[in-house]
């Protein structure tokens, strides 16, 4: 009974508490003038902001039920440009209730309805907003004075607002959309609290910051800050402290990361990077901001699969620029290259793809960069260090040392913007490697193995790949030892040859030529190589080549000499042949010189010189095109002579050659019998 008389006391002390305020609330309205609520408002808005509230809409005074003040079309300041820092279709601000009651008007939270913020940044006035900082610096502070601690309120609701960030010295423009925020500065404590979204570059954007001591932090003091962005782009985390004396500091632990690199630099205002890859990116960091400068030490980055550890600094006072040192265990660059594609899809001309490389000359790079292992598409390279450098568009990568392809790479690679497109300088060393993966990955080579070292000069410039290799100039050269060059014996060839010149044909294209030395040497100029000097030297056979290769058409036009070697030292060459080389890089022509196998032949040494003697040659010519007339064929002609006839190897003036004087250019045997004087095995048949 006690306990149940108790409660029922509290209650009906508790309702006539609550009449007794309602009271006083209705009594207050009547009592307390709607303009000094406004004025009073208006006055801490004031002492506040600093600037002088402009109000050109209607106000309005409701003390009961609930205390509001709500102005229309409310401007403040000055933006420095002839604009206001602040325009918003109304502002409303909510009474606090207690000091309400003792006759006192004070504000316990702003609202501002589509409110047009402006930020702006001038190089010796700091911001348009810095009376608001120094203001909440003095009311924050525990000694503040009375005259000081005007403000009142400790929330600011922004609903459906823009914000807009001008700095004219570093030409920065940002705008801020569908601002709906919450800023809170609670009055128990010392922190501030900054929560809610916006749309920012057309991609919505949440936040939430958190700074431990404002007051601290509005007075330049070192206060722990923590802030958190996340959206479509990217999401950033930061967590440390913040300063203002002497300058600007932050440092703390970074955390970012983006589905696609590619896509948040795009985002940011950047041109697309040329090549592929750069997409998922992650980064951790210890990082300290000083005024421009950010580093970054105890780095770890993450991009398309690719993990490095090391140290990063950022400059953004002006150009951009990336300095750094990173080293990984294995790094796959394939992506990076997948779209620079150096053939067409046919595989037999050069791509005429326009080269795009406007993502270079947005910022600069100076990194070093190592690593254990790098996979280049089908290349692999073992230890590699690698210092890149971009400075006005221009990349130069250089190679201190590579593991490539069995054996040392070291170089240097430039590209850059030019004005016909794109501009490459290549200076690299190839240094006892293995011929046969080198030359394959790297020129569709598939005809020499061994051991070697490749070393070329060059430079080109064009809009395209198939630009670069019209204006390709420079050197090249190779030494390899102990090798051989596969599809094509020349040995087993010149043997054949020399024991039946007309039936040499056959299976040429197979088979190696073992060599202990093979040495080339190239001159390049506009997309010609010249070859100055080939020479393959064994203990059996001996190659020269001289001639030229177009780059562009991918052709050859070649002529040599192949020669057996003697079994006595210093004799001359036991047999040596001429030939030439002609057609495509991939399934070039190979071509003796039918003149001499003739010759060598004692069964058509006669025709080649009745063809020779002018008194013969025409009876000759009048034979062969009776037999190769068309029309009905003369049933006494001998089947051998029914053959069509092939275009003579001894020029235009020469007769055409019967089937069988053709056979060499052919690839076939010889299908003539045995002359008087010839030896035995020049009659020899298939």
């Given at each position: 009974m006690f306990v149940a008389g108790g409660f029922k006391r509290l209650g009906i002390l508790l309702t006539a508490l609550v009449a007794a305020g309602v009271a006083a609330l209705v009594a207050i309205s009547l009592v307390i003038p709607a303009e000094d609520v406004r004025n009073?408002?208006?006055?801490?808005?004031?002492?506040?902001?600093?600037?002088e509230p402009m109000i050109r809409g209607d106000a309005s005074v409701s003390l009961f039920p609930w205390g509001t003040v709500s102005f229309a079309d409310v401007s403040l300041g000055d933006d420095g440009s002839g604009g206001r820092a602040l325009a918003a279709e109304r502002v409303t601000a909510r009474l606090r209730l207690l000091p309400l009651l003792f006759g006192r008007i004070e504000a316990a939270d702003l609202w501002l309805l589509r409110p047009k913020i402006s930020l702006r940044f001038a190089p010796e006035a700091g911001s348009n907003w810095s009376g608001v900082a120094e203001a909440l610096t003095r009311a924050l502070k525990p000694t503040a004075s009375p005259a000081d601690a005007l403000m009142s309120f400790s929330e600011i609701r922004i609903a459906d607002g823009t914000i807009e960030i001008r700095d004219d010295a570093r030409g920065l423009l940002e705008r801020l959309s569908n601002v709906e925020m919450s800023l809170a500065w609670p009055a128990i404590a010392k922190s501030f609290v900054a929560t809610g979204r916006f749309v920012w570059r057309d991609e919505p954007i949440d936040l939430s910051l958190n700074l431990n001591d404002l007051s601290?932090?509005?007075?330049?003091?070192?206060?722990?800050?923590?802030?958190?962005?996340?959206?479509?782009?990217?999401?950033?985390?930061?967590?440390?402290?913040?300063?203002?004396?002497?300058?600007?500091?932050?440092?703390?632990?970074?955390a970012a990361d983006t589905q696609s690199l590619r896509n948040a630099l795009v985002w940011a205002g950047q041109k697309p990077l040329p090549g592929g890859g750069f997409g998922r990116f992650a980064l951790k960091a210890h990082t300290t901001l000083v005024a421009g400068t950010v580093a970054l030490s105890g780095v770890n980055i993450e991009l398309d699969g690719n993990t490095a550890d090391g140290v990063l600094a950022f400059a953004a006072d002006g150009r951009p620029m990336v300095q750094g040192t990173l080293a990984a265990d294995e790094l796959d660059l394939t992506p990076y290259i997948s779209t620079a594609h150096g053939l067409r899809a046919s595989g037999h001309d050069w791509s005429r793809v326009p080269i795009v490389l406007d993502g270079?000359?947005?910022?600069?790079?100076?990194?070093?960069?190592?690593?254990?292992?790098?996979?280049?598409?089908?290349?692999?390279?073992?230890?590699?260090?690698?210092?890149?450098?971009?400075?006005d568009g221009r990349l130069t990568l250089a190679i201190g040392e590579a593991q490539a392809f069995g054996g040392v790479l070291k170089g240097s690679l430039t590209l850059a913007t030019a004005q016909s497109g794109a501009e490459i300088k290549s200076q690299l060393q190839f240094a006892n490697v293995d011929l046969e993966s080198c030359l394959r990955d790297l020129f569709g080579i598939r005809r020499v193995d061994g051991k070697g070292t490749l070393v070329f000069a060059v430079e080109a410039a064009g809009e395209s790949v198939l630009a670069l290799t019209q204006t390709l100039s420079g050197t090249a050269s190779l030494v390899a030892e102990n090798g051989s060059l596969t599809g094509l014996n020349v040995e087993q060839l010149l043997k054949r040859l020399e024991r039946r010149p007309l039936s040499g044909g056959g299976e040429f294209r197979s088979g190696r030529t073992p060599f202990d030395k093979l040495t080339v040497s190239l001159r390049l100029a506009e997309g010609t190589a010249n070859v100055e000097d080939v020479r393959l030297e064994s203990a059996a056979v001996r190659l020269a080549l001289a001639g030229s290769a177009s780059i562009p058409a991918r052709d050859l036009d070649l002529k040599g000499t192949a020669s057996l070697v003697a079994a006595v030292a210093d004799s001359p060459p036991t047999f040596e042949l001429p030939f030439v080389i002609q057609g495509p890089w991939e399934d070039p022509l190979l071509l003796p010189d039918a003149?001499?196998?003739?010759?060598?032949?004692?069964?058509?040494?006669?025709?080649?010189?009745?063809?020779?003697?002018?008194k013969t040659r025409d009876a000759v010519r009048s034979v062969i095109e009776r037999v190769t007339r068309p029309g009905p064929k003369p049933a006494a002609v001998h089947p051998a002579a029914a053959q069509p006839a092939a275009a003579s190897p001894l020029g235009p003036d020469a007769p055409a050659q019967p089937a069988a004087a053709a056979a060499p250019a052919l690839g076939q045997d010889a299908a003539s019998a045995p002359a008087d004087g010839a030896r035995p095995d020049d009659a020899a048949s298939h």
């Open positions: 009073a408002i208006k006055a801490e808005i004031r002492a506040v902001t600093g600037f601290a932090a509005l007075d330049g003091e070192r206060a722990g800050l923590k802030v958190r962005l996340s959206g479509q782009p990217f999401r950033v985390g930061f967590d440390g402290h913040i300063g203002r004396r002497p300058t600007l500091k932050m440092e703390g632990t970074l270079l000359m947005d910022l600069d790079v100076d990194l070093r960069l190592s690593a254990a292992r790098i996979n280049l598409g089908n290349a692999k390279l073992g230890r590699t260090a690698i210092g890149a450098n971009l400075r003149e001499i196998l003739i010759r060598r032949s004692g069964a058509a040494a006669p025709l080649l010189d009745a063809v020779r003697d002018p």
